[in-house]
């Protein structure tokens, strides 16, 4: 069946709050500095490994000096990039891709189907994030045409044409790629200070609208650096967590961009019977292996709270990982804040507080657990330590306990940990709740199974059309029957709040429409980095 590049799998687009004119008398940030051909960002996101897409880099946002085979546009539709369209046999194996003839990489050379099949082929070996593992091979058949054959029909492989950074194969075998990449994205890297700075240009041989900035400075700092630099006029672009938006910065707007990136507490579903990990990690849990205890955490948490209290009101309850995505059932949502109706349900099921010390006890287990989450960020702190003060009513003792990822890692499947999740893919939907995958890493860490929702999974991963994929997705996480994995079936997780993504940006920046970001890896806001426009 024939894909053209512009088919669909839309979401809404949603607009940028914030005002796009410049105001009077303000320089707007570091624009009056570096007039027109420059910019100065903050935005975080250093990658510690460098910028070869076949470890990972532009998994979670625009590769930026590399080009995609197809993109995502600011309304989440999946439009032309390299490949100008494709085919997908009628078994859902074999993907055939047509190539635009005027990409030139970085450094002069065309842009080949010899160089998408090295770059998939490379990435399948590679140990980084890029998610090819089902690929069996790619195979250029001639300068503009390369033909991908799958191990098994995924629906899903889409998604890796419009994230996999697509290299060159003579440069990309030579060393140190990933710290002087090239290749046929808007911009190249001029010099990278590591801790300090990266330094690009405009790349005169893109092929697409070129970007209007000659140079940008992206500045490596910790928030409250970015803030100050911020606030001195040194930036263009600011990347600050919610919780740190406070008040006003001269010369700058506040730009509010939703995104499918969530924070929600990992709850383990089985019984803590000794097992391990081949790794020597604990598994099991005894009090949140009680769908009661699960249950009563998803009714009784307050959301909104935490989002109007933790997140200064950027940001919005989570039902679920994939809260506005295409293949997300709005059926799975629950009301929440019903302390009582969580209080009966745990008697019900014989959780009761038989010595008055506000805490329950079922069959000689007391309602006491730890959450983890990571030392050294202050939202998931906040969010676990508001969490657990609005559970602690309910006779359910939390103990909010910071950690490295080390740690984390290695109690995950015995303890609450809160994570972030959130991709422009329903895989990690998949990873999050498959049974097959239990332990692997941070998939499925509470060992969940449930045999009608991996049917569910299955179906969806492996379907050849689009909408009954979508469907299958929808059913995994409520179908008719009941069985789901969000809060009204077997509440794995505890699913809290999407968090908005937060920039200061200079009065005189337009970023047009930004798309709905990813989980905050890397620099998703780049994604429309052609169409920003100075305005003053």
């Known amino acids: 069946m024939r894909r053209p590049a512009l088919a669909a799998l839309a979401v809404t687009a949603l607009m940028v709050l914030g005002v796009t004119g410049c105001a009077s008398g303000s320089g707007g940030g570091a624009t009056a500095e570096h007039a027109g051909s420059e910019l100065r960002l903050a935005i975080g996101g250093e990658p510690e490994d460098g910028f070869d897409p076949t470890l990972g880099w532009g998994r979670y946002g625009s590769p930026l000096f590399q080009s995609t085979l197809l993109k995502l546009d600011a309304g989440m539709n999946i439009v032309s990039d390299l490949a100008t369209d494709y085919e997908v046999s009628e078994d859902g194996l074999t993907w055939t891709l047509h190539l635009r003839d005027d990409a030139h990489f970085s450094d002069g050379t065309p842009v080949t189907a010899d160089d998408v099949a090295y770059t998939f082929l490379t990435a399948k070996e590679s140990p980084g994030l890029t998610s090819v593992a089902g690929l069996a091979d790619a195979q250029a058949v001639d300068d503009q045409t390369v033909v991908m054959t799958l191990e ?39 010099q990278w200070d590591q801790g300090q700075q990266l330094i690009v240009e405009r790349n005169e041989n893109y092929y697409g609208t070129k970007p209007e900035f000659e140079r940008i400075v992206f500045v490596f700092t910790d928030e409250d650096g970015t803030l100050a630099s911020a606030r001195a006029g040194e930036l263009d672009m600011a990347g600050v967590s919610s919780s740190l ?36 990690a604990p598994i099991g849990n005894d009090v949140t292996s009680d769908l009661a205890v699960r249950r009563a955490l998803n009714i009784g948490a307050d959301r909104q709270s935490l989002v109007d209290g933790v997140l200064n009101g950027y940001g919005s309850p989570a039902s679920g990982p994939v809260d506005g995505a295409p293949w997300h059932n709005p059926d799975s949502a629950i009301e929440d804040n019903r302390p009582d109706e969580a209080r009966a349900m745990l008697e019900e099921a014989g959780w009761i507080d038989s010595d008055d010390d506000g805490i329950r006890e079922k069959g000689g287990i007391t309602a006491r657990f730890e959450l983890l989450y990571p030392a050294g960020d202050s939202v998931r702190e906040g969010i676990a330590l508001a969490f657990a003060d609005q559970i602690r009513p309910l006779g359910i003792d939390i103990e909010v306990v910071s950690a490295t990822w080390d740690e984390i890692y290695q109690r995950q499947h015995a303890d609450a940990v809160l994570f972030g999740w959130g991709a422009h893919d329903p895989t990690e939907m998949y ?11 941070s998939w499925n860490p509470g060992f969940y199974d449930n045999p009608a929702v991996q049917a569910h999974l299955d179906a969806a991963m492996s379907s050849t059309d689009p909408e009954a994929a979508n469907e299958e997705w929808k059913a995994a996480q ?18 809290l709040v999407n968090v908005d993504h937060t920039y200061y940006v200079s009065e005189c920046l337009d970023l047009g429409t930004p798309q709905t970001e990813p989980h905050g890896h890397g620099w998703p806001i780049t994604a429309g980095i052609e169409s920003w426009k100075w305005t003053c």
């Open 152 to 190: 098994k029909p995924q629906s899903t492989f889409v998604y890796r044409l419009t994230s996999l950074g697509i290299v060159p194969k003579t440069a990309h075998e030579a060393d140190g790629y990933a710290q002087h990449p090239i290749g046929s994205g808007p911009f190249t890297l001029v």
């Open 245 to 280: 938006v406070t008040g006003d910065i001269a010369g700058m707007k506040l730009v509010d961009v939703p995104s499918i990136d969530n924070r929600g507490v990992s709850l383990p579903t089985v019984p803590d019977e000794g097992k391990t990990t081949d790794a020597g």
């Open 431 to 441: 990873n999050l709740y498959s049974a097959h995958l239990a332990g692997i890493e």
């Open 478 to 495: 409520l179908d008719s029957a009941g069985n789901g994995f969000t809060a009204k079936g077997d509440a794995a997780w505890a699913w």
